[in-house]
C-alpha cells in the first residue's frame, strides 16, 4: 500500500467536526440575499423591511426543524457565543454551584470556569465507559443551590450521543436550567426542543455545510436572560447587534436541506463510517474504537492505534493528503490526553494513540477506500519504525 498520495488524487477531508465545506445552495442563498436583502433589518424603509422579512422567514424556519417558537431563537456568532451567552445570562450574579460533565468541550468548561470565578462552583457530572451521563449521580447532585447544569448532547471527539431525558426532567423538577451543547448535533441528527425539555440549546451553522459566523441560541419561553453584550435592542434585548442576515438565511438553508434528506444522507454516511471502521480494524489491528457498541453520530470515528503517537500518525497523515485530527479543534495545541476520553476511563497511553475521523454527506465512498489504506499504510510504518509493540 501506498503512504503517499498519487498526483493526480486530491487530499481527503476527513475533519468535519471542525467543520464543513459550505453546500452549494448555501453560497447561492446568501449570494441572493447580498444583493436583495443587503440593508440593516432594523431599518424602517423598503429595503430594511425586505431584509426583516428573510431574517424572520430564516428564524421560522430554523425554529420550526428544531421544534421550537421562533421567538425562543436569539442569532449568536457561532455555538461559542451561544454557550457563552446561556451560561453568562443564566448564572449572572448569582451563587451556588454549576454542573457540568466531564469531559465537556472547551467553550462549554471555558465558560463555566469563568462564571465561577464569580463565586460559583463547579461540579464535574461523572459518565461511563461509554461516554454516557451516570443519571443517577448526576441527578443525585442537583439541589437548590444548583444554578445551572450542562450536558453536550453529541460529543464532538467521540460522537457518542446522550439521552437527556431523565435528567432533563430532574432539572425541570428542580427548577435547574439544563443547557445543552448540540453544535454536534444538530444538523446531523434530529433535534426536537419541546422534546429534549431543557432550558437552553446552542447550535452553530458550519457544523452542517453552513457559513462560519452564525449560530443560535434556543431559549426556552420564560426565562429571564442577562445579555452578554451591550448595546441595541436587537433580538428582543437579548444579543445586541446588527443581525448578519445574508449568514442567517445561509444557515437556515443548510438546514432546510437537512431536514429534506437527513434519512438519505444518515444511512450513506453512516454506511460509509461502518465501512472505514471494518477496513482499519482489519488491517491495523489492534484497533480500538472509542464509543463503539453505543449510540454514536453517524459521521464520527474515534480510534486508538495502540503502539502509535497520535500526533506522529497526525503529520504523517497530513503528508500523505488525509485531512483528521487528535479531537476538538478548539483545544489543538494541547499535548494532553482528551479530557473525553480520560473521563471514559480509557488509559493515558490509548488516549495519546487516538485520532478523530469525521465524515460528513459529500464524503465519497472512494475517498473512505483512499483513505483506509493510507492510514493502515500509515499505522504500519510507524509502528515498524518505532520497533513498539501494540
Not at 453520530?297 to 503529520?315: D, M, Y
Not at 478523530?356 to 493510507?374: C, F, K, N, W
Amino acid at each position: 500500500m501506498s503512504v503517499g498520495p498519487a498526483a493526480s488524487q486530491q487530499p481527503i477531508y476527513l475533519d468535519n467536526n471542525a467543520t464543513t465545506r459550505i453546500a452549494p445552495e448555501v453560497l447561492q442563498s446568501m449570494q441572493d440575499c447580498w444583493e436583495a436583502g443587503f440593508a440593516n433589518p432594523g431599518s424602517q424603509h423598503g429595503f430594511g423591511r425586505a431584509a426583516r422579512t428573510r431574517l424572520e422567514d430564516a428564524r421560522e424556519s430554523i425554529a420550526e426543524i428544531l421544534d421550537a417558537d421562533p421567538a425562543e431563537l436569539i442569532f449568536t456568532s457561532g455555538g461559542t457565543e451561544a454557550i457563552n451567552l446561556a451560561v453568562h445570562g443564566l448564572t449572572c450574579g448569582r451563587r451556588g454551584t454549576l454542573l457540568l460533565t466531564r469531559g465537556e468541550h472547551p467553550a462549554v468548561r471555558e465558560a463555566c470556569s469563568y462564571a465561577a470565578g464569580y463565586g460559583l462552583q463547579q461540579h464535574e457530572l461523572p459518565v461511563n465507559e461509554h461516554g454516557l451521563l451516570c443519571e443517577s449521580e448526576a441527578i443525585r447532585l442537583l439541589d437548590d443551590q444548583t444554578r445551572l447544569a450542562c450536558l453536550i448532547l453529541a460529543h464532538n471527539e467521540t460522537g457518542v450521543l446522550q439521552n437527556p431525558s431523565a435528567f432533563s426532567s430532574a432539572c425541570q423538577a428542580r427548577n435547574v436550567p439544563l443547557l445543552l451543547d448540540a453544535v454536534q448535533a444538530v444538523g446531523k441528527v434530529p433535534v426536537s426542543f419541546r422534546r429534549l425539555g431543557v432550558a437552553a440549546l446552542a447550535f452553530g451553522a458550519h457544523k452542517f455545510h453552513g457559513p462560519r459566523g452564525v449560530g443560535g441560541l434556543l431559549l426556552r419561553r420564560g426565562l429571564r436572560l442577562t445579555p452578554l453584550l451591550h448595546g441595541g435592542h436587537q433580538e428582543g434585548g437579548r444579543r445586541p447587534g446588527t443581525e448578519p442576515v445574508p449568514l442567517i438565511v445561509g444557515m437556515a438553508r443548510a438546514l432546510q436541506l437537512w431536514q429534506a434528506h437527513h434519512e438519505e444522507t444518515t444511512r450513506h454516511i453512516s454506511t460509509l463510517r461502518d465501512q472505514l471502521e471494518d477496513l482499519l480494524r482489519q488491517n491495523c489491528d489492534p484497533a480500538r474504537i472509542h464509543g463503539r457498541g453505543t449510540a454514536r453520530l453517524p459521521n464520527t470515528v474515534s480510534i486508538a492505534f495502540p503502539g502509535v503517537s497520535g500526533e506522529a500518525l497526525l503529520v504523517n497523515l497530513h503528508m500523505a493528503g488525509v485531512a483528521c485530527s487528535l479531537g476538538s479543534t478548539c483545544a489543538s495545541g494541547s499535548a494532553e490526553a482528551a479530557p473525553a476520553l480520560l473521563a471514559m476511563g480509557i488509559p493515558n497511553d490509548v488516549c495519546r494513540s487516538t485520532i478523530r475521523l469525521s465524515l460528513s454527506r459529500m464524503t465519497t465512498p472512494d475517498e473512505v477506500h483512499r483513505a483506509a489504506s493510507i492510514i493502515s499504510a500509515t499505522v504500519q510504518r510507524l509502528r515498524s519504525t518505532s520497533g513498539s509493540s501494540p
